[in-house]
């Protein structure tokens, strides 16, 4: 069955420094997001992706995050100068894009787990 | 901004019991996903419910979507220890492509 593939699994960094987290969502899936989730804590969404570009975004999805389909299978998350805040579990997910009863069925990868210091 | 209630937060049971959580908001939903979540993975999509009083069973489980489609029960017959984890409800905000999820229920089935 087709999955969402995420790596790394999990992530150490040094506040300051700039990582980047990379998703292999289903192949013919169109819609690709990402979303994390502070230990603890709700889900919570960061960015959608269509098209080659940002369809929404969240507040928390500022200037230092940005979001990059490399090429044909890679969807990445990169995090410019990380912050202590930032430690989370970071998960990628997709969608056809085909809507099933108005609502669209995502796929979540694993989750990369990033720990700032 | 809508936002989703679930409760309880935390729920422990002894395997064989049955069970009910709950999740609501003020606001109407076009339609509400539930989701399994364990330790250390991510969400897994249980089911979509999308009618106003719609049930939907997936073996043990029954998910109801209230008749004002505001809120939605996830009822558990006979809880088993596989059952353990985190369950979340996530509705689609204003018709875009950005799901919010509740806080969730963590469920604990002791053998």
């Known amino acids: 069955e087709p999955e969402v593939t995420q790596t790394p699994s999990h992530q150490v960094t040094q506040m300051g420094q700039e990582v980047i987290l990379r998703c292999v969502p289903i192949?013919?899936?169109?819609?690709f997001y990402w979303y994390r989730q502070i230990l603890g804590q709700k889900v919570e969404f960061l960015v959608s992706f269509y098209n080659n570009e940002i369809s929404e975004k969240s507040e928390i999805f500022d200037d230092q995050f940005s979001v990059e389909r490399p090429d044909g299978s890679n969807f990445t998350l990169k995090i410019r100068s990380t912050k202590l805040e930032d430690s989370a579990m970071y998960f990628c997910?997709?969608?056809?894009?085909?809507?099933?009863?108005?609502?669209?069925?995502?796929?979540f990868g694993p989750g990369t787990r990033l720990t700032v210091t | 901004t809508q936002l989703l209630e679930q409760s309880p937060q935390f729920l422990s049971i002894q395997e064989g019991e049955n069970l009910t959580v709950y999740c609501n908001s003020s606001?109407?939903?076009?339609?509400l996903q539930w989701y399994r979540q364990e330790p250390g993975e991510g969400p897994v999509l249980l089911v979509t419910?999308?009618?106003?009083?719609e049930v939907k069973k997936l073996k043990r489980l029954t998910f109801q979507f209230g008749d004002a489609r505001k809120d939605s029960s996830l009822h558990i017959t006979a809880a088993q220890p596989g059952d353990t984890g985190l369950y979340l409800c996530a509705f689609r905000e204003n018709y875009g492509q950005n799901f919010v999820f509740g806080p969730g229920t963590r469920l604990s089935v002791l053998p």
């Open positions: 192949s013919n899936h169109l819609y």
């Open positions: 419910v999308v009618t106003g009083g």
């Open positions: 997910a997709s969608t056809s894009g085909r809507l099933l009863g108005r609502s669209y069925e995502q796929y």
């Open positions: 606001s109407v939903f076009s339609s």
